[in-house]
């Protein structure tokens, strides 16, 4: 009888491992409301789940806007771990559940209350207190384990200071270099270990390097609150203007001016023919209809159905560039639109995405006005300079502002492309 | 007189032109009051137009039906044919209406479920108003009927296949052949009433 109880026992705690599955949301569970987040979720020993995690910024107004995103993880024996990055908006409501044959596993759910949209200072230190110390206020301090340090760019979009103290093994210099070109300051506190000497040779002998749309900052106690002051703000200033940018200007349709007087003599003319020609004059001034229908078409409908603009926006620095795409779409008859990869909305609607391509649904001419998922790339250059550009008048004096086929490409003030 | 001529005579006399007129000024009056030239701002002429066309041919399809029920089989097709070219010349507005609003259906479609609707709505409501014989007057409510039944139809089944106002965006393949075939069902039996040395 004992055996059997203890078969049963143990039996009960293998199920309970074989069900293990976590989701982490932001670094250590801070979040950034209004910023791309990294979501890492873990399951060991599961089948199949699918994994949807819900965040609606709907209100009593407007009803649920829900922004619906869903993966994939293929079961199997072991640890099955998926790392993406998640943007959440200012959310009512945050849920997640993760399914397996119809079976939810595992849920939960996130509270309004823990929304927060300061952004984060992610310290990597063995004594996290004393790095924390020389950090302007206004940021989350958020001590994190080197080891899980993200290597993609996105994932650091909540993040504006990352400090290294030397305290600890040093870092992937892709994290580093991921950081940095999201936008955020690098502090490397010296003194650091030999170990750190990879890490130091990125920064040279300067005390502040451009990365893509962040910095490396190199300093002691005593002279990084000097360097943390002035902050950089690039990532953030562009992508608030990435709406004004973008701008869709859709080809005018006909003028109701010049399409009345037209249609009116229509009308008079096959009230007129019919009454003196009878049939034959109704098929004449029927044919002559179609005809000027058909030879207006292309000022009746001067487009496709889905008008769309599109705008790069690249902050380079240090060979690296944060890439964000601005889309605008009208479409005129409404229904499904389709991105190939993540995007957000720049205002709230409903919208869902799955590795690869996010949904929109807007309906009928409604302008639907999307970022992408920032990336990182690789500087090209080639592009003309525009010091007059509008943008130049919202960001620092010395930025250096060039200008493509759908780019704008910005060099922070100091930096070499 | 053969029927040419007379279809002809009937097209060119007052009523008519006066009928085609008003309707031809209500779709000018829908065009001038549903477009709009700003191209971010949505155009809805061909709904407007779509439920103005609709309406108004089937009211007077109702009306002629009343009109010339005690007329002969010729009169009866005269007239029908009369009332799909009234459809046909308004059209060209339609089509307008249709290129500028972008709907998500298809135009011919649309002006045959137009035009059949209309004259199938005028063959019932003339087979309603004959049989009614003095009680006449009851055919315009019981031209309701296929209306409302076609639509109880959908409902049940689901599916928009037999409603002749859907005005929201999408296929109306079904409605349009099943009112195309109403509608040729009378002018097959007032053709072949004809045919049979009914009077003109």
């Given at each position: 009888?004992?055996?059997?109880?203890?078969?049963?026992?143990?039996?009960?705690?293998?199920?309970?491992?074989?069900?293990?599955?976590?989701?982490?949301?932001?670094?250590?569970?801070?979040l950034?409301?209004?910023?791309?987040?990294?979501?890492?979720?873990?399951?060991?020993?599961?089948?199949?789940?699918?994994?949807?995690?819900?965040?609606?910024?709907?209100?009593?107004?407007?009803?649920?806007?829900?922004?619906?995103?869903?993966?994939?993880?293929?079961?199997?024996?072991?640890?099955?771990?998926?790392?993406?990055?998640?943007?959440?908006?200012?959310?009512?409501?945050?849920?997640?559940?993760?399914s397996?044959?119809g079976?939810?596993?595992?849920?939960?759910?996130l509270?309004?209350?823990?929304?927060d949209?300061?952004?984060?200072?992610?310290?990597?230190?063995a004594?996290?207190?004393?790095p924390?110390?020389?950090?302007?206020?206004?940021v989350?301090?958020?001590?994190?384990?080197?080891?899980?340090?993200?290597?993609?760019?996105?994932?650091?979009?909540?993040?504006?200071?990352?400090v290294?103290?030397g305290t600890?093994?040093?870092p992937?210099?892709?994290?580093?270099?991921?950081?940095?070109a999201?936008?955020?300051?690098?502090?490397?506190?010296e003194?650091?270990?030999?170990?750190?000497?990879?890490?130091?040779?990125?920064?040279?002998?300067s005390?502040?390097?451009?990365?893509?749309?962040?910095?490396?900052?190199?300093?002691?106690?005593e002279?990084?609150?000097?360097l943390?002051?002035?902050?950089?703000?690039?990532a953030?200033?562009?992508?608030?203007?990435?709406?004004?940018?973008?701008v869709?200007?859709?080809?005018?349709p006909l003028?109701?001016?010049?399409?009345?007087?037209?249609?009116g003599?229509?009308?008079?003319?096959?009230?007129?023919?019919?009454?003196?020609?009878?049939?034959?004059?109704a098929?004449a001034?029927?044919?002559?209809?179609?005809?000027?229908?058909?030879?207006?078409g292309?000022?009746?409908?001067p487009?496709?159905?889905?008008?769309?603009?599109?705008?790069?926006?690249?902050?380079?620095?240090?060979?690296?560039?944060?890439s964000v795409?601005?889309?605008?779409?009208?479409?005129?008859?409404?229904?499904t639109?389709?991105?190939?990869?993540?995007?957000r909305?720049?205002?709230?609607v409903?919208?869902?995405?799955?590795?690869g391509?996010t949904?929109?649904?807007?309906?009928?001419?409604?302008?639907l006005?999307t970022?992408?998922?920032?990336?990182?790339?690789?500087?090209?250059?080639?592009?003309?300079?525009?010091?007059?550009?509008p943008?130049?008048?919202?960001?620092?004096?010395?930025?250096?502002?060039?200008?493509?086929?759908?780019i704008?490409e910005v060099?922070?003030?100091g930096?070499?492309? | 007189?053969?029927?040419?001529h007379?279809?002809?005579?009937?097209?060119?006399s007052e009523?008519?032109?006066?009928l085609?007129?008003?309707?031809?000024l209500?779709?000018l009056?829908?065009?001038?009051?549903?477009?709009?030239?700003?191209?971010?701002e949505?155009?809805?002429?061909?709904?407007?137009l779509t439920?103005?066309?609709?309406?108004?041919?089937?009211?007077?399809?109702?009306?002629?039906?009343?009109?010339t029920?005690?007329?002969?089989?010729?009169?009866?097709?005269?007239?029908m044919?009369a009332?799909?070219?009234?459809?046909?010349?308004?059209?060209?507005?339609?089509?307008?209406?249709?290129?500028?609003?972008?709907?998500?259906t298809?135009?011919i479609?649309?002006?045959?479920?137009?035009t059949?609707?209309?004259?199938?709505?005028?063959?019932?409501?003339?087979?309603?108003?004959?049989?009614?014989?003095?009680?006449?007057?009851l055919?315009?409510?019981?031209?309701?009927?296929p209306i409302?039944a076609?639509?109880?139809l959908d409902?049940?089944?689901?599916?928009?296949?037999?409603?002749?106002?859907?005005l929201?965006?999408g296929?109306?393949?079904?409605?349009?052949?099943?009112?195309?075939?109403?509608?040729?069902?009378f002018?097959?039996?007032?053709?072949?009433?004809?045919?049979?040395g009914?009077?003109?």
């Amino acid at each position: 009888m004992r055996q059997l109880f203890l078969a049963v026992l143990l039996a009960a705690c293998l199920s309970a491992s074989a069900q293990e599955t976590e989701l982490l949301l932001g670094f250590d569970g801070e979040l950034v409301a209004g910023r791309w987040n990294p979501l890492e979720f873990r399951s060991r020993d599961a089948g199949d789940i699918t994994l949807t995690v819900t965040a609606d910024q709907g209100d009593l107004r407007r009803g649920q806007l829900p922004a619906r995103h869903t993966w994939h993880v293929p079961g199997g024996a072991g640890l099955s771990v998926l790392e993406d990055e998640i943007f959440l908006p200012h959310w009512q409501s945050l849920s997640w559940s993760a399914s397996s044959d119809g079976r939810v596993v595992a849920s939960g759910s996130l509270h309004p209350r823990e929304l927060d949209d300061r952004p984060l200072a992610v310290i990597v230190s063995a004594a996290a207190a004393g790095p924390a110390r020389l950090l302007p206020s206004g940021v989350r301090v958020v001590p994190y384990p080197v080891a899980s340090l993200p290597e993609r760019l996105a994932a650091w979009d909540p993040v504006r200071y990352l400090v290294l103290d030397g305290t600890t093994a040093p870092p992937a210099a892709a994290a580093v270099i991921a950081a940095a070109a999201a936008g955020a300051d690098v502090l490397l506190l010296e003194p650091l270990p030999a170990s750190y000497a990879p890490l130091r040779a990125l920064a040279g002998d300067s005390a502040v390097s451009h990365y893509g749309a962040g910095r490396l900052l190199l300093g002691t106690a005593e002279t990084a609150p000097g360097l943390l002051v002035s902050t950089n703000g690039y990532a953030a200033a562009v992508g608030e203007q990435l709406g004004t940018l973008n701008v869709l200007e859709p080809a005018r349709p006909l003028r109701l001016g010049l399409l009345l007087p037209f249609a009116g003599a229509y009308a008079l003319l096959s009230v007129v023919l019919l009454r003196v020609a009878g049939v034959p004059g109704a098929a004449a001034v029927l044919c002559l209809g179609i005809v000027g229908v058909l030879a207006a078409g292309p000022q009746l409908r001067p487009g496709p159905a889905v008008s769309s603009s599109r705008l790069e926006v690249r902050v380079s620095a240090g060979g690296l560039s944060r890439s964000v795409t601005g889309s605008a779409l009208l479409d005129r008859q409404g229904g499904t639109l389709e991105l190939p990869g993540a995007h957000r909305p720049l205002k709230p609607v409903p919208y869902a995405t799955r590795p690869g391509t996010t949904s929109f649904t807007p309906g009928r001419w409604q302008l639907l006005e999307t970022a992408s998922r920032p990336e990182l790339r690789e500087a090209t250059g080639g592009l003309t300079p525009a010091p007059d550009h509008p943008l130049a008048a919202l960001l620092p004096p010395g930025t250096v502002i060039s200008t493509g086929d759908s780019i704008i490409e910005v060099t922070p003030a100091g930096a070499v492309p | 007189m053969s029927g040419w001529h007379s279809l002809d005579r009937h097209l060119r006399s007052e009523g008519f032109s006066q009928l085609l007129s008003a309707f031809l000024l209500l779709s000018l009056l829908t065009l001038t009051f549903s477009w709009s030239g700003n191209p971010l701002e949505a155009n809805n002429s061909w709904y407007g137009l779509t439920a103005l066309r609709r309406g108004a041919l089937a009211l007077m399809a109702v009306g002629l039906a009343l009109h010339t029920f005690r007329a002969g089989p010729g009169v009866r097709l005269r007239t029908m044919a009369a009332l799909s070219l009234i459809s046909l010349l308004g059209a060209p507005l339609s089509a307008a209406g249709f290129a500028a609003s972008y709907p998500a259906t298809s135009l011919i479609p649309n002006i045959v479920l137009d035009t059949a609707f209309a004259a199938a709505l005028y063959g019932f409501t003339t087979m309603v108003a004959a049989a009614a014989g003095r009680a006449f007057f009851l055919a315009v409510p019981a031209a309701t009927l296929p209306i409302a039944a076609s639509l109880l139809l959908d409902e049940a089944t689901g599916n928009n296949l037999l409603f002749p106002f859907p005005l929201a965006d999408g296929p109306v393949f079904l409605p349009a052949l099943f009112w195309t075939a109403f509608a040729l069902a009378f002018a097959a039996a007032w053709a072949l009433a004809l045919r049979r040395g009914g009077e003109r």
